[in-house]
């Protein structure tokens, strides 16, 4: 399958609508089976559960047969010891199959809900994969709603769905074989409104698969709008616009909610229209059964069991039709998940990359240039280097680019133009995961998991003694406060760590970086949120552990960094100037404006 190469989940919702019956029927079939191939793995089990439900389906059919032996034997020649034998079978058949079904659904639903994980599991792997430009294009809830509700969606077409189509085919297949043997001329006649049960079908389902991707992106959105509007409570209240967003779901829903029940309507259409070419069929049985009865010497037997064969035809069959309307509505779900699945990541391995041994952390930016959107330039032509154990700080107006030279870094996107190496090896003949390990980086917006504070701090090493996160912690001026706290380091810090200030959160972030020990630490605005005695407490702490290792510093800030081997100056996606701090006040250029303007507003002495 040809795969996405832009950054956004491919949107064909009208597409379906445009291709042809043919086209869109190879397309159905082609998305089975991508979705029954996840089947595979438990192909051992798929074996037991086709021999349970063949058995089940065989023992079904027993009842009509029986009563035309009744009929046509035992009560014409009242043979009463066969009448036993018969019940008797019965009874066993019932039995039998009520074990075998509730085997049969054991498995299935073992079988499915583990499908279900490795679906949402490789969905959320491919997600892990994917750069960064595809998370700034697209909203949250529209993830969430795919790995969640998408998925879960799917859930139907690889347990019951596929139990009830496979049963039913049997049950079709083997009803027709004893339709055939019974009177064929009585099962051509009731088989002659097959065709109209088709066509009415076929009508309704494209119908439904469209409006049901349609919910799917409104749910998708409405998601969003949840996770967006309660993450921004605060906001709401304060401006008094609680109201107004509330206005804004009840907007969003009503759309969902008439897709919705036009769904609802065409699927009970398409079951309306398939029930009554159900019932036209036995109507016929009667019609043309009784006629051959009277003239041709049918049996009242055969007639009988010809009947009820005839009504348990159309009864799977009805299941199949309303089988596809709720296939065509896990159709949209089918296609959002694999829209995500097909878009490629942009940032991968070079098949020859390779993991560093021994890395110094020297870093080189050799006339590196850089674009989100094609002829707006962020960097153009940068050209720095870092040497092993040296700080490096990067300065500027807002939106020239520094913090982009920090995803470039950690390789979160690659140059248009240029090379980023790391000991002299381009990034990108780097192992990806290989360079992350050996970067650790705080940034101003900190990112803090709903768990304790220890949980938080060993994202930086799993395996860290408690010595160690200790150690960390008063490194960055932050075991005292925890200290204090009734349970410590088992501290909850709820959901972004909601439930510490925007100073502790960053000492947090600084610790956990520290715990990584990692040989490129970068800084980005990360004492923004301290107070400058804090701030001053957190640089001396941080001093010896820099001395090894290779510092990047963004700072808004121009105090944090007077101790800098180097400051770069950005303006225009460039680098204007280099050199010292004193060096740089005293060029009297647009560092030394920087310095006087933060001078005049009291943010440096």
């Known amino acids: 399958m040809k795969r996405h190469k832009d950054n956004t989940p491919h949107n064909d919702g009208n597409q379906a609508s445009e291709a042809g019956p043919r086209a869109e029927a190879r397309a159905t079939r082609k998305r089975l089976r991508r ?9 051992w089990l798929e074996g037991e559960i086709l021999v349970c439900m063949a058995v089940g389906v065989v023992l079904s059919l027993i009842m009509p047969m029986a009563m035309k032996t009744v009929i046509d034997v035992v009560i014409i ?9 018969i019940i008797a079978a019965i009874i066993a058949a019932h039995l039998i199959r009520a074990a075998f079904a509730v085997i049969n659904s054991y498995l299935f639903n073992f079988v ?6 490795d679906i949402r599991l490789q969905l959320f792997q491919h997600l892990e994969s994917l750069h960064m430009g595809f998370y700034h294009k697209t909203k949250t809830g529209e993830m969430i709603s795919r790995v969640n ?5 799917l859930q139907s077409i690889v347990t019951s769905t596929v139990v009830d189509f496979i049963t039913d085919t049997l049950t079709i297949i083997a009803i027709l074989a004893l339709l055939l043997y019974l009177d064929w001329r009585l099962t051509l006649v009731s088989l002659s409104v097959v065709p109209f049960f088709i066509i009415s079908i076929a009508y309704f389902s494209n119908r439904i698969r469209i409006k049901s991707r349609r919910v799917r992106e409104q749910v998708a959105d409405i998601l969003h709008f949840f996770q967006e509007t309660l993450s921004g409570m605060k906001l709401v209240q304060s401006f008094v616009r609680e109201k107004y967003e509330a206005q804004r779901l009840v907007k969003k829903g009503r759309e969902m909610i008439n897709l919705r029940i036009d769904i ?12 009554f070419f159900a019932a036209l069929g036995p109507t016929l049985v009667l019609w043309y059964g009784g006629y051959r ?13 010809f009947y009820a064969y005839i009504g348990d035809l159309f009864r799977p069959v009805l299941r199949l039709a309303q089988l596809n309307v709720t296939l065509q509505t896990a159709m949209a779900s089918m296609d959002r ?12 391995d070079a098949p020859d990359a390779r993991a560093l041994e021994n890395v110094t952390g020297h870093l080189a930016f050799r006339n590196v240039s850089f674009f989100y959107k094609p002829g707006e330039p962020i960097l153009q032509d940068v050209s720095f280097e870092v040497d092993h154990g040296r700080m490096v700080a990067i300065v500027g107006p807002s939106g020239v680019g520094k913090t982009t030279i920090i995803n470039l870094i950690c390789r979160f996107y690659d140059p248009i133009e240029g090379c980023i190496e790391l000991d002299g090896i381009d990034l990108r003949q780097i192992k990806r995961t290989h360079l992350r390990r050996q970067i650790g980086i705080v940034s101003q917006d900190t990112v803090l998991f709903n768990s304790s504070i220890r949980e938080n701090l060993m994202y930086g090493d799993r395996r860290a003694s408690e010595e160690k996160i200790i150690a960390a912690a008063q490194k960055a001026n932050i075991h005292d406060f925890i200290s204090s706290l009734p349970e410590g380091y088992d501290t909850i810090v709820g959901d972004r760590g909601v439930r510490l200030s925007g100073g502790e959160q960053q000492r947090l972030a600084i610790a956990r970086a520290i715990l990584k020990e990692p040989r490129i630490l970068i800084l980005d605005e990360a004492t923004s949120s301290l107070d400058s005695h804090s701030e001053a407490a957190i640089q001396h702490a941080l001093e010896p552990f820099m001395q090894n290792r290779t510092t990047v510093v963004i700072a808004h800030r121009l105090s944090t960094i007077v101790n800098a081997d180097t400051i770069l100056v950005l303006d225009g996606g460039r ?14 250029g647009v560092f030394r404006r920087l310095w006087d303007e933060q001078v005049k507003k009291g943010i440096v002495a």
Do not use: C
Request: charged content about 20%.
């Open 264 to 275: 609802g309507i065409l699927g009970s259409l398409a079951v309306a229209f398939a029930g």
């Open 35 to 43: 979705t029954l191939g996840y089947l595979r793995p438990y192909w």
């Open 149 to 153: 509700n998408d998925v879960e969606s």
């Open 575 to 588: 680098i204007v100037e280099r050199g010292s701090h004193s060096d740089l006040l005293a060029k009297g």
């Open 112 to 117: 499915g809900q583990r499908i279900i994980f």
């Open 337 to 348: 998940i694999f829209d995500f699945l097909e878009i490629e990541p942009l940032i991968a």
């Open 293 to 305: 009865t009277i003239e041709a010497g049918l049996s009242i037997g055969s007639l009988v069991a």
């Open 77 to 85: 020649e009242q043979r009463y010891s066969l009448l036993h034998i």
